[in-house]
């Protein structure tokens, strides 16, 4: 079992920043796959910023490559993603995933586990 927690989010103007974090707990499922997607109302939900044990192990939506950097330091529990120049366009409810995945590869099907979300905003 993997539950996941986010916290930060928010309101932010265009240009901004934000950062969000979620806390990984895991009890009997081996988890190499983590990251964060987004969702807006009406659209398919995104993978936007991956942790995947291929190389390299970073991958990222186009919509976000140089403003968005996610990180797992140390290989621990806690998920961060930094998200910079922040557009209209990145408001969204954030999620953190958690899967596992046999080759270097994370596809969406490979995350089973979901945090409950944190909604992000961005406007004037």
Not at 62 to 69: A, L, M, Q, W
Not at 79 to 94: E, V
């Amino acid at each position: 079992q993997v539950k996941l927690m986010e916290s930060g989010g928010g309101s932010v103007q265009p240009g901004g920043s934000l950062g969000l974090s979620c806390e990984v707990s895991t009890t009997t499922m081996s988890v190499n796959c983590v990251g964060w997607f987004r969702q807006v109302p009406g659209k398919e939900r995104e993978g936007v910023a991956l942790i995947t044990p291929g190389i390299p192990r970073t991958r990222y939506a186009d919509s976000v490559k140089g403003r968005f950097t996610v990180s797992q330091p140390g290989g621990k529990n806690t998920i961060y993603l930094q998200m910079n120049s922040l557009t209209p366009d990145d408001t969204a409810m954030y999620y953190c995933a958690a899967g596992y995945s046999t080759s270097d590869y994370c596809s969406a099907t490979h995350f089973v586990a979901w945090g409950q979300g944190t909604q992000v905003t961005v406007s004037a």
